[in-house]
């Protein structure tokens, strides 16, 4: 299986911690040249490779971005989009703040749509893009109604990016991770922590490394004819 990214450029955003973080591990054990992006000052990642500070609800941070990974590398290859927030309180649909419904669509929806604009027109020859999705964008859930929203949105936006580019060579893909471990899901008690591991027939969560290698494997020239597509880390989750 052809896992190599020798001389690849990849681009991760939300590569601070968690997911991205692992993410941008595995894609340099694999030979890639990285560039992590989070929206605070990346200090708890080794040192991978190039690293910046960007917003990516602010289309001109975003186009910034890619425009200095250009500069620097000459290309870009891989993109993995893992920014994204949780919704931390739990409110039903007719009890939601809009504010708190704009910010959630305005990170997880809006700010992978400005990613991608601007990662796909700088792809010039060829690449991979994986958004980071989730299993609540595939099903519904009581009280998450703008985390679900922005979740399903993504996978529909990974869909029709997946049409609309593969002549050019791009594959647009996304990865669903069930209940993961990062600092993300901050659950307050040990018995809310088990009825999330409850929730997978694999009886525990997920980790980072774990989501991490199916975004590796869609990015690699091993998943070379699978575009459009959504592959579920969630420890049997959905298949209930």
Same mark, same amino acid.
């Given at each position: 299986?052809?896992?190599?990214?020798?001389?690849?450029?990849?681009?991760?955003?939300? @590569?601070?911690?968690?997911?991205?973080?692992?993410?941008?591990?595995? /894609?340099?054990?694999?030979?890639?040249?990285?560039? &992590?992006?989070?929206?605070?000052?990346?200090? =708890?990642?080794?040192?991978?490779?190039? =690293?910046?500070?960007?917003?990516?609800?602010?289309?001109?941070?975003?186009?910034?971005?890619?425009?200095?990974?250009?500069?620097?590398?000459?290309? /870009?290859?891989?993109?993995?989009?893992? =920014?994204?927030?949780?919704?931390?309180?739990?409110?039903?649909?007719?009890?939601?703040?809009?504010?708190?419904?704009?910010? &959630?669509?305005?990170?997880? /929806?809006?700010?992978? +749509?400005?990613?991608?604009?601007?990662?796909?027109?700088?792809?010039?020859?060829?690449?991979?893009?994986?958004?980071?999705?989730?299993?609540?964008? &595939?099903?519904?859930?009581? $009280?998450?109604?703008?985390?679900?929203?922005?979740?399903? $949105?993504?996978? $529909?936006?990974?869909?029709?990016?997946? &049409?609309?580019?593969?002549?050019?060579?791009?594959?647009?893909?996304?990865? @669903?991770?069930?209940?993961?471990?990062?600092?993300?899901?901050?659950?307050?008690?040990?018995?809310?922590?088990?009825?999330?591991? @409850?929730?997978?027939?694999?009886?525990?969560?997920?980790?980072?490394?774990?989501?991490?290698?199916?975004?590796?494997?869609?990015?690699?020239?091993?998943?070379? +004819?699978?575009?459009?597509?959504?592959?579920?880390?969630?420890?049997?989750?959905? @298949?209930?």
């Amino acid at each position: 299986m052809d896992l190599d990214l020798t001389e690849k450029v990849a681009l991760i955003t939300g @590569a601070g911690s968690g997911i991205g973080a692992a993410c941008a591990q595995q /894609l340099s054990e694999m030979g890639a040249r990285v560039v &992590l992006a989070d929206i605070a000052p990346i200090v =708890a990642v080794p040192c991978l490779g190039s =690293a910046l500070t960007v917003d990516v609800t602010d289309g001109d941070q975003v186009r910034g971005m890619v425009d200095q990974v250009l500069e620097h590398f000459g290309a /870009l290859d891989i993109a993995v989009n893992c =920014a994204g927030v949780g919704m931390p309180v739990k409110a039903a649909t007719a009890e939601t703040d809009f504010a708190e419904w704009r910010r &959630l669509l305005s990170i997880n /929806l809006d700010g992978a +749509f400005l990613c991608m604009r601007a990662e796909l027109a700088a792809m010039s020859r060829g690449g991979s893009i994986v958004n980071i999705a989730s299993v609540m964008g &595939l099903v519904g859930t009581p $009280g998450a109604g703008p985390y679900v929203s922005s979740k399903h $949105g993504l996978i $529909g936006l990974t869909k029709s990016a997946a &049409l609309e580019y593969a002549a050019d060579g791009v594959r647009v893909n996304a990865v @669903a991770p069930g209940f993961i471990d990062t600092p993300l899901l901050r659950e307050p008690d040990d018995k809310a922590r088990q009825s999330l591991s @409850a929730a997978h027939p694999l009886g525990r969560l997920g980790t980072a490394e774990e989501v991490a290698a199916a975004a590796v494997f869609l990015a690699s020239p091993a998943a070379s +004819f699978i575009t459009g597509s959504v592959l579920p880390v969630d420890g049997g989750y959905l @298949a209930r």
